[in-house]
């Protein structure tokens, strides 16, 4: 199973920036799909999660209004578009999967697979 981050970069406060996730070696829609992130000095924390139908979503506080995400099953994609970016979102992006249920989770402990993330950087 590989989970491949992209679209991670420098952008400026207020900006937008389109993360995806390709999957490879799992059937995604038998799979919950979820974005993870980890600031320099941090834990790493649940940013936003969709069920294996793309008919249940979750964020954190943080991000809602801000951030949403999706997925194509038939490309084995999920995406992260986040808009009204703020300094404090800068981080190294983590997709993950897991085995699915229809329903979302916020635990990092539940996911079974994880990319290598992608950087994104939010300068004031």
């Known amino acids: 199973v590989q989970l491949v981050e992209s679209g991670g970069g420098l952008v400026q406060a207020g900006g937008s920036l389109r993360l995806s996730c390709a999957a490879s070696?799992?059937?995604?829609?038998?799979?919950?799909m979820g974005w993870f992130r980890q600031a320099s000095g941090m834990e790493r924390e649940f940013v936003a999660a969709i069920n294996l139908r793309g008919t249940s979503t979750c964020y954190t506080d943080s991000v809602k209004g801000r951030f949403t995400i999706s997925r194509v099953n038939a490309k084995n994609t999920v995406s992260l578009q986040m808009g009204g970016l703020k300094p404090e979102d800068t981080a190294v992006y983590y997709c993950?999967?897991?085995?699915?249920?229809?329903?979302?989770?916020?635990?990092?402990?539940?996911?079974?697979?994880w990319g290598q993330g992608t950087q994104v950087t939010v300068s004031s």
């Open positions: 070696g799992l059937t995604s829609s038998n799979h919950g």
């Open positions: 993950a999967a897991y085995l699915g249920t229809l329903f979302t989770y916020r635990d990092a402990g539940r996911y079974d697979y």
